[in-house]
Nanobody
């Protein structure tokens, strides 16, 4: 089992920045990929960005150039730096971890972009 704990969400004005963190614990040796997803009210959960154990990254088109995913292997933590935030970025952001056998999710952290 893998446990994921997110932090760093909150309320920010349009154009502002936030950094989300996701700390992993448990059977982390089995994990080959980490990522961030989001779900806005009335919408499906969607991929924001992910990163492999080798450091390769992938971004959704709607965040390219604004968000950056990174990882600190020593801390078993993945980060999502979000800049130039827009009201349409408002959602619950979920951390994700993948092994060959399972997909794990954090509890989610609310990000609200509003003036």
């Amino acid at each position: 089992q893998v446990q994921l704990v997110e932090s760093g969400g909150g309320l920010v004005q349009p154009g502002g920045s936030l950094r989300l963190s996701c700390a992993a614990s448990g059977s982390i040796f089995s994990i080959y990929g980490r990522g961030w997803y989001r779900q806005a009210p009335g919408k499906q959960r969607e991929l924001v960005a992910d990163i492999t154990s080798g450091g390769s990254t992938n971004y959704a088109d709607f965040v390219k150039g604004r968000f950056t995913i990174s990882r600190d292997n020593a801390k078993n933590t993945v980060y999502l730096q979000m800049n130039s935030l827009k009201p349409e970025d408002t959602a619950v952001y979920y951390c994700n971890a993948r092994s060959l056998a399972s997909v794990y999710w954090g509890q989610g952290t609310q990000v609200t972009v509003s003036s």
